[in-house]
């Protein structure tokens, strides 16, 4: 039976700071919250404790959809995985070579929480305006970590000089 990859669309704006340029040198994408620890083997229930131990003064609803983010990021990228890196001018396409990781080396930059990737296309950033509709959504949608549609992105793997 094939493995069946998942496509995920992560900001990388770890604390509102656009890394994508620093993220596609060293081959990751990465999720800020360095004052929590590594979470690797972390269901949610240990990433909420964690976060609600380390970020005391959100909401609980914002909290929520923050620990769902991180959640996602840790726990559901695998090898494989296509990731979409949304920047103000495009995206640029990835694949996830090695899951979630904590860096501590990382960790006063702001990002510890990585996950390895080697970027497409040289790293080329398709520019918002010659994407499929679906892909030019994302361009508005402010959840940091979420699942993609497999079609739109195929379509530009298949046809990376195409415009729609």
Partial sequence: MATLFKEWVVRVKPDGVDRSEEFLKYGIVAIGWPKMG?????????????????????SRRSAGQHVGNIDRFVNCIKVGDIVIVPKSSGI????????????????????PHCIKVRYGFG???FPWGKLPPKLQSYQTVPQPVFQNDYAAVKQVINNPDQHW
Avoid: W
């Fill in 38 to 58: 590594a979470l690797t083997g972390c269901g949610r229930g240990k990433i909420q404790a964690e976060f609600d131990q380390h970020y005391p003064n959100y």
């Fill in 92 to 111: 640029r396409l990835a694949t996830a070579t090695k899951e979630y990781y904590y860096d501590v080396a990382r960790k006063s930059r702001g990002y």
């Fill in 123 to 125: 790293g080329h950033i």
